[in-house]
């Protein structure tokens, strides 16, 4: 148990819906990353908090937001849904914005029919 | 660009040893983690080096070279939970941030 806590676990949806997926990272950490992964594809990165301020954007879509809220909880939303969308999104956390090791939650996994 | 290689498949056997690869070609590098993931879960993190060497943590080291944009990493007495993807990531500094750039991960199989 790597501390990081994602809900859902499970999220089935249908195309041209929004949903939004949750992540609390671990106690102590400022950094929240989110990434996507889709079936037989690597982790691909789509964006950092850090302390509550966005510090880096990857290969996000316009159709996806994200914020980190005071508590240090962070949230993802993704709008519009397609096909294509289905993965798995992983949250990931680590103690500041540098080279610190990244610790994964357990990963949401979407579904978009 | 960044770019970062790995082999697909690797299988081996029960307490043996499997060497897994990785080959990159990045700027502002800043070091080298290894994840495993199994399938479906999260990736769970292995080690990282920052300095060229050996790192060794019980049954699993991790080797760093800098200069040649090379790094490996090598599991000893296979077990059967070892069978798993090895993702290789890259921890670089690029636009006033770092972040780490991950390899499409090597798919291990340990046979009996």
């Known amino acids: 148990d790597s501390g990081v806590t994602q809900t859902p676990k499970h999220l089935i949806t249908a195309t041209g819906q929004r949903v939004t997926l949750r992540c609390s990272p671990r106690?102590?950490?400022?950094?929240v990353y989110w990434y996507q992964q889709s079936l037989d594809q690597g982790l691909q990165f789509l964006i950092q908090?850090?302390?509550?301020?966005?510090?880096a954007k990857g290969n996000i879509l316009e159709r996806f937001s994200a914020q980190q809220f005071p508590d240090l909880h962070s949230e993802l939303n993704l709008s519009s849904l397609e096909l294509g969308d289905s993965a798995l999104y992983f949250c990931a956390s680590s103690v500041a914005q540098h080279t610190d090791t990244q610790y994964f939650g357990p990963g949401t996994r979407l579904t978009v029919l | 660009g960044q770019n970062i290689d790995q082999p697909t498949e690797m299988t081996a056997t029960e307490g043996a040893i499997v060497q897994i690869n990785c080959t990159y070609q990045t700027s502002g590098f800043n070091g080298l983690f290894w994840y495993q993931q199994h399938a479906g879960e999260a990736p769970t993190f292995l080690s990282y080096?920052?300095?060229?060497g050996l790192e060794e943590k019980g049954r699993f080291s991790s080797f760093l070279s800098r200069s040649k944009g090379y790094s490996y990493l090598l599991l000893k007495e296979l077990q059967m939970k070892d069978s798993a993807s090895y993702l290789c990531a890259a921890s670089l500094f690029s636009g006033g941030y770092n972040k780490l750039i991950f390899g499409a991960g090597t798919r291990l199989a340990v046979h009996p």
């Open positions: 106690s102590g950490d400022l950094s």
């Open positions: 908090y850090y302390n509550g301020e966005e510090r």
């Open positions: 080096n920052v300095l060229d």
